[in-house]
């Protein structure tokens, strides 16, 4: 029996080509999603160094109230690390005397009213501060998924205002005591 296997050599070749090819695709975009990745990875490394190197308190809290960001200034108010605080939840954190005060404000903010506030906040070490607390809704495609946290630090302000209060309750004293003379 004689068999012209040409053609069956001809279609394995056929194929062959057609895997290599196949191959070829495969680690040509295998290099484009690493090229991706790794260029993402670089810009989050860069917003992170970017808002690291900020004096404002910012970090993004989830529907379930679980931190998902916190920069280098809130870590240290609050004297955490990020892998004290990343994906667990706020409350457990920061404590629940910090959120307690702030609970109607959130609930606001979840359904979608940015909210600024000013508030006491305390910190790690018995710190006090005085804070202007921004809580902005993140809203995508209609729904509110977490809300951004950015806290200015506003204690030097308030001390200010408050010595600038006292000299000008002195100076209105000192004008009445001149008046009298």
């Given amino acids: 029996v004689l068999r012209d296997i040409a053609e069956r050599k001809a279609a394995a070749a056929e194929l062959e080509r057609h895997r290599e090819r196949l191959e070829e695709l495969v680690h040509e ?31 993004y809290v989830d529907r379930e109230h679980r931190i ?8 240290d108010w609050f004297g955490k690390t990020r892998d004290e605080v990343l994906g667990r939840d706020g409350r457990a954190t920061v404590g629940e005397l910090m959120v307690e005060p702030a609970r109607d404000v959130i609930a606001k903010v979840m359904r979608g009213e940015a909210m600024g506030t000013a508030a006491e906040m305390r910190g790690a070490g018995g710190r006090v501060g005085n804070f202007w607390i921004y809580r902005l809704p993140d809203l995508v495609d209609g729904e ?33 005591f001149t008046r009298g003379i």
């Fill in 68 to 75: 998902q960001f916190a920069n280098r200034a809130w870590l």
């Fill in 29 to 59: 975009r295998t290099r484009e999603l690493e090229a991706a990745v790794a260029a993402r990875i670089e810009s989050e490394n860069f917003a992170q160094t970017m808002t690291d190197h900020q004096p404002t308190l910012l970090a």
């Fill in 144 to 176: 509110i998924r977490g809300y951004f946290f950015i806290a200015t630090d506003v204690t030097e302000m308030r001390r200010s205002e408050r010595r600038l209060q006292e000299l000008n309750a002195k100076l209105i004293q000192a004008e009445s």
